[in-house]
């Protein structure tokens, strides 16, 4: 029995973390052993997964297996966008100007900003009271 070719890839954003697996299938998406439609309620958040999948339009479908922790929800969606685009690099190397020319394969470095001593939060200021 021929064991089935995996292709794995690790995708990050803000403080998500997806780890994608690519087999050969029938084209189920399954995020934390959930179906995708189940995991990501929002249509936007699943837009945005399948973005590199439609703009590659690989002849032959993949089955793809996600673990997903940390974040929120936006942040799990993008983390998945670029652990996908790394995975289909993987499956075939000359998708990756494509995908690169589209902005799939850059790891998107905005994070949330500290809280800095004497403020509310990051930037927010204590309300003032004059008297």
């Not at 029995?1 to 029938?26: F, L, N």
């Not at 439609?54 to 793809?64: F, G, M």
């Not at 800095?116 to 008297?131: I, N, W």
């Amino acid at each position: 029995m021929s064991e089935k070719v995996q292709y794995i890839a690790t995708g990050r954003r803000k403080k998500s973390i997806a780890r994608v697996r690519m087999i050969e299938g029938s084209g189920t998406i399954t995020v934390n052993k959930r179906p995708f439609v189940e995991y990501f309620n929002r249509e936007s958040h699943r837009l945005v997964i399948m973005q590199p999948m439609e703009l590659v339009k690989l002849p032959t479908k993949y089955d793809i297996y996600a673990k997903v922790e940390g974040g929120g929800g936006s942040g799990q969606a993008g983390a998945m966008k670029l652990g996908i685009a790394r995975a289909l690099v993987k499956i075939q190397e000359s998708l990756k100007s494509p995908l690169k020319k589209a902005k799939f394969l850059t790891r998107d470095p905005r994070a949330r900003e500290r809280k800095k001593y004497g403020r509310k939060r990051a930037r927010r200021r204590f309300q003032f009271t004059k008297r």
